[in-house]
C-alpha cells in the first residue's frame, strides 16, 4: 500500500477519506496517514491532523498528496505552492462505483472523482479537479484544471471549460457550450448559452448576476 495524506482538514477533506475508504475496500491501495493542516494533533472525524504545509515542503521522500478542498482559487494556490517539492506525486483518486469509458478519456493529475460520477466517452480533463458526488459528463468534453464540480451536475457532450470554474449543486449545463475561466454557476442553474465573461451566472436560463 502506498501512504497518501489529505491536504486540508474541513468536511470535504473528510469526504475525500471517506472516498479513499471506499477505493480500499475492494482492492486495498492507500496506507491514509491523516491530514495536513495548522492544528497538529487535532482530530476531524476518524483521521487526525498529523503535519503541517511546512513539513510537507520540506519532506525529502516520496510521498503521495490529494489537495482536498473545495475553493478553485485555493486548490490553485495549494497546488502551485507544493508542486516546488517534487518528491510530492498528485495521484487521481476515483470511486470504484463511478462510470466511465475509460480508455477513451484523458486524464491529468490531482483529480478527484467522489462516488456515482458517469463519464461516456472521448473526454479530457485536466489537473486537479474535483467531480463531486453524482455527476455526469457527456461525450466530448474538454475541462481545464481546478474546476470544483459539486453534487448531482450533468454537463452535456461538447463543452468545453475553463479553469478555476465553480459549478454548484444540481446545475445543467446544456450541449456545445464554452464557460470561461473564474465563472461561477450557481446551485440549480441551467447555462443554455456560452458564458464568455467571467462572473457568477445563476437561474433558469442561467444569466450574469456579478
Not at 473528510?14 to 482530530?43: A, H, Q, R, Y
Not at 464554452?178 to 464568455?196: C, F, L, M, Q, R
Request: charged share 20%; glycine share 14%.
Amino acid at each position: 500500500m502506498k501512504d497518501i495524506l489529505i491536504v486540508g482538514s474541513g468536511g470535504f477533506a473528510k469526504e475525500v477519506g471517506f472516498l479513499i475508504d471506499g477505493i480500499n475496500k475492494n482492492n486495498p491501495e492507500w496506507n491514509l496517514l491523516g491530514f495536513v493542516d495548522s492544528n497538529v494533533g487535532e482530530s476531524n472525524g476518524k483521521y487526525k491532523i498529523v503535519h503541517d504545509d511546512a513539513w510537507l515542503l520540506e519532506l525529502d521522500d516520496e510521498i503521495h498528496v490529494v489537495i482536498a478542498v473545495g475553493v478553485p482559487e485555493l486548490r490553485k494556490r495549494l497546488a502551485d505552492k507544493f508542486m516546488t517539492n517534487v518528491k510530492i506525486k498528485y495521484p487521481n483518486l476515483i470511486h470504484p462505483n463511478s462510470v466511465g469509458d475509460w480508455n477513451n478519456l484523458k486524464m491529468g493529475k490531482g483529480n478527484i472523482v467522489c462516488g456515482g460520477n458517469q463519464f461516456t466517452t472521448d473526454i479530457e480533463i485536466g489537473n486537479f479537479n474535483v467531480f463531486n458526488l453524482s455527476g455526469t459528463v457527456g461525450h466530448d468534453t474538454k475541462i481545464g484544471n481546478f474546476n470544483v464540480i459539486n453534487p448531482s451536475v450533468n454537463i452535456s457532450g461538447g463543452i468545453e471549460m475553463g479553469n478555476e470554474i465553480l459549478v454548484g449543486t444540481g446545475a445543467q449545463i446544456l450541449q456545445y457550450i464554452t464557460i470561461e475561466s473564474g465563472s461561477i454557476i450557481g446551485a440549480g442553474a441551467v447555462v443554455t448559452k456560452n458564458i464568455t465573461e467571467k462572473g457568477v451566472y445563476a437561474g433558469i436560463p442561467a444569466k450574469r448576476i456579478k
